[in-house]
T-cell receptor, first 113, second 117 residues
Framework: GNSVTQMEGPVTLSEEAFLTINCTYT??????LFWYVQYPGEGLQLLLK?????DKGSNKGFEATYRKETTSFHLEKGSVQVSDSAVYFC????????????FGEGTQLTVNP | GAVVSQHPSWVICKSGTSVKIECRSL??????MFWYRQFPKQSLMLMAT?????????EQGVEKDKFLINHASLTLSTLTVTSAHPEDSSFYIC?????????????FGPGTRLTVT
């Protein structure tokens, strides 16, 4: 079956620190990969995506590269801000519309000033 | 942006009763909606996919007679938890797709916390 594994949280960083949240997956076929972010009290929002191997998704200073050889899609940001504090979910989809999502456990990120 | 709302945001019900949760797309037409369930400190688990005007497709292991889904219009889907029991207590999240916005765009509601006493 399909599954997504994220690094355990919570993660606490100081402002301007470098962020990495690890994500690895197992899937049948060739999945599309996503990072979603959930800010307090809000619904999940798509942060970035990559639909084929070696693609790099990027948005708001975050980026992740689809690594087929290591089945990974690690999220990185060079300098985090307090406003980045949220829960981050890695997800995959194997259907062509990218609809039915399989999520990781989520990683709580807290950035302190 | 596309907004999805859920109502109620929080509900408590007694064991054996039924409770209905609404999911609305406020500024777009959602041909497909999804219902997820989230346990504390765990991932979202897809329960079912509903397309407007047709029966929902349930994921393996999800009781369709217990979790009734109705996608009656392009802006509204409802999840009814029938004969609720304490083990049904959870956080229920819906999402909606508008194909006109691209194949990977999916918009999530803020969730509904159900507590069954």
């Amino acid at each position: 079956g399909n599954s997504v594994t994220q690094m355990e949280g919570p993660v606490t960083l100081s402002e301007e620190a470098f962020l990495t949240i690890n994500c690895t997956y197992t899937a049948t076929g060739y999945p599309s990969l996503f990072w979603y972010v959930q800010y307090p009290g809000e619904g999940l929002q798509l942060l970035l995506k990559a639909t084929k191997a070696d693609d790099k998704g990027s948005n708001k200073g975050f980026e992740a590269t689809y690594r087929k050889e290591t089945t990974s899609f690690h999220l990185e940001k060079g300098s985090v801000q307090v406003s980045d504090s949220a829960v981050y979910f890695c997800a995959l989809s194997v259907d062509t519309s990218g609809s039915r999502l399989t999520f990781g456990e989520g990683t709580q990120l807290t950035v302190n000033p | 942006g596309a907004v999805v709302s859920q109502h109620p945001s929080w509900v408590i019900c007694k064991s054996g009763t039924s409770v209905k949760i609404e999911c609305r797309s406020l500024d777009f037409q959602a041909t497909t909606m999804f219902w997820y369930r989230q346990f504390p400190k765990q991932s979202l688990m897809l329960m079912a996919t509903s397309n407007e005007g047709s029966k929902a497709t349930y994921e393996q292991g999800v009781e369709k007679d217990k979790f009734l889904i109705n996608h009656a219009s392009l802006t509204l889907s409802t999840l009814t938890v029938t004969s609720a029991h304490p083990e049904d207590s959870s956080f229920y999240i819906c999402s909606a797709r508008d194909p006109a916005r691209g194949p990977y765009e999916q918009y999530f509601g803020p969730g509904t916390r159900l507590t069954v006493t």
